[in-house]
């Protein structure tokens, strides 16, 4: 079994900075092949945010590129999404993802980002 735990959400004034951080941890062995970030808006569907493939060939929505830096730290089987010039219609639940095989991932409890005018 494994288990992602976020942090890092909380409010932030528009044009600010946030950094949400997800770690990974299993009693066995793990190798995480994609990292994603997702994000739910207040009535709204779950969508990508960004992606980290392999090594670390990334992957972002239109709406968050140039703004929005995900990485990946291999030894904590950890994922980060750096998010600057944040706006409110960031605002949103975020979710980690963790890519274990083509067939099998894993979420995060999600994290509130609320960005205020």
């Known amino acids: 079994q494994v288990q992602l735990v976020e942090s890092g959400g909380g409010l932030v004034q528009a044009g600010g900075s946030l950094r949400l951080s997800c770690a990974a941890s299993s009693r066995t062995g793990l190798q995480i092949i994609h990292w994603a970030w997702y994000r739910q808006p207040p009535g709204a569907q779950r969508e990508l945010v960004a992606r980290?493939?392999?090594?670390?060939?990334?992957d972002y929505a239109d709406s968050v590129k140039g703004r929005f830096t995900i990485s990946r730290d291999f030894a904590r089987n950890a994922v980060y999404l750096q998010m600057n010039s944040l706006t409110p219609e960031d605002t949103a639940i975020y979710y980690c993802n963790a890519q274990i095989s083509s067939s099998v991932s894993y979420w995060g409890q999600g994290t509130q980002v609320t960005v205020s005018s």
């Open positions: 980290i493939v392999g090594g670390g060939t990334t």
